[in-house]
């Protein structure tokens, strides 16, 4: 049995390690609300956005805008969306994973693949396996800014537009909530308008009044040219808001696990010093009250 | 006519104006309650909203679209917009120096991505300014 010593460094450190474990927990839940807020103000900006290059996109040929014009891929480029820091469940574990998979499943298709990857832990996982890692980005989704999620994509836009990529996916965390969230890899250029699926495009295409008689300075063409970025940048940061999410609900439900293991664990070893001490009480008087027969005798 | 100014960071204005004039990529367009629909692609720079009663409003923008719906509905989607009392001063007079020197002491050829970067900050830099010198 463990001195009392022992147990007693034990039990503080436990006591420690549970008060950390809550304020993390707190703290998570904290950036969650704020990520999920920060979500729900993108969404009327992203559908005007998407609605507009839908509509333009119906009216002009495809084929003439680098961004939406499809080529047979050969070179691809995947963005992977990790966070710097751990402790928050599988939340990078699943995204590096699926990231790895979908890989793998396209590199026989594909002449090369590179991998653009923000955060610490996505580097880390990909360092030692045979991946062509380019630009890891550091510290993004701790302080995330439209900024920031714009310098990615005008770099990604480059990429794709002079630096003879054909193709740029995107691999995130999709936040559904604190226990739930979902992968996903999803193609962000050429960008789809909207949707992939060709009925619910149709649906979508009613007469619109809007641009019947619209003017459109300089030309339709031109307009569908200067707002395509903007829906990369905002696709991006809103995948980046979807990670920011999905880390802190993964944080949140690891940590409030672990604050409960915690306090089991606390409980247990309360006991067992509980019962050192009282052995220890016992036998102490063992030994007194066998002293005091003793001098009798 | 009602005007909606939208961002990624939320809706930034909403509410009834008497006149805008906004920077689109041709120059600046004047829009007034029925004009014709109009869809206009914006550069970096100064958006004013005249609101009924008050002060006009003036606002950096960056980027986007304005869309005259109808003669009295008008959007602006931009990635940026900020009020006067958005910016930082100092800041503001220090970012303008930083990127007038980096567009000047660029190598880069006219045109290419890094220069349309530079020359971007330039534009953000001195609408800033511009919005700041408007404070009422």
Redesign the interface.
């Known amino acids: 049995m463990p001195s009392l010593k022992a147990i007693r460094r034990r039990i503080t450190s436990v006591k420690s390690t549970g008060k950390i474990t809550r304020a993390m927990k707190l703290v998570a839940t904290a950036r969650l609300r704020r990520a999920q807020e920060r979500l729900l103000q993108t969404r009327p900006y992203a559908v005007r956005l998407t609605d507009m290059i839908r509509q333009l996109a119906a009216e002009t040929d495809m084929d003439l805008n680098p961004l939406l014009a499809t080529r047979p891929p050969k070179r691809t480029l995947v963005l992977v969306l990790t966070s710097d820091r751990g402790l928050a469940g599988a939340f990078n574990a699943n995204v590096n994973k699926a990231a790895w998979s979908w890989i793998q499943r396209h590199r026989d298709t594909r002449e090369h693949i590179e991998l653009r990857i923000v955060g610490k832990k996505g580097r880390d996982f990909f360092k030692n396996r045979a991946a062509n890692v380019g630009h890891v980005y550091m510290d993004v989704l701790n302080n995330l800014t439209l900024e920031r999620a714009a310098g990615i994509g005008r770099e990604l836009v480059a990429a794709y537009v002079d630096g003879g990529y054909d193709e740029v996916y995107v691999a995130y965390n999709e936040f559904r909530s604190a226990m739930l969230q979902n992968t996903h890899v999803e193609r962000l250029l050429p960008l789809v308008p909207h949707t992939s699926d060709a009925e619910a495009l149709q649906e979508h295409q009613k007469p619109a009044a809007t641009t019947v008689d619209t003017i459109f300075e300089p030309s339709k063409q031109a307009v569908l040219d200067a707002i395509l970025p903007l829906a990369i940048n905002v696709h991006i940061y809103r995948c980046l808001l979807e990670s920011v999410a999905s880390e802190m609900g993964a944080r949140m439900t690891a940590m409030d696990a672990a604050t409960k293991n915690a306090s089991e664990l606390l409980a247990r070893i309360t006991l067992q010093y509980n019962r050192a001490r009282q052995s220890i009480i016992t036998t102490e008087l063992m030994e007194i009250t066998s002293g005091a027969e003793s001098l009798k005798g | 006519m009602q005007v909606t100014i939208?961002?990624?960071?939320?809706?930034k204005f909403a509410g009834d104006a008497a006149s805008i004039t906004a920077p689109?990529?041709?120059g600046d367009?004047g829009i007034l309650p029925g004009h014709?629909?109009?869809?206009?692609?914006?550069r970096t720079g100064l958006a004013t909203v005249g609101i009924p009663g008050q002060e006009p409003l003036h606002l950096v923008v960056d980027?986007?679209?304005v869309?005259v719906?109808s003669g009295d509905h008008v959007?602006i989607?931009t990635?940026?917009c900020e009020n006067w009392h958005e910016i930082d001063a100092a800041k503001a007079k220090a970012d303008h120096e930083a990127a007038t020197v980096a567009l000047q002491g660029s190598r880069e050829a006219v045109s290419s991505?890094g220069w349309l970067?530079k020359r971007h900050d330039v534009d953000l830099a001195e609408t800033r300014l511009r919005v700041l010198a408007s404070k009422p």
């Open positions: 939208v961002t990624p960071v939320g809706v689109s990529v041709m367009v014709r629909p109009l869809m206009a692609a914006l980027g986007g679209y869309h719906v959007s989607v990635e940026l991505l970067v």
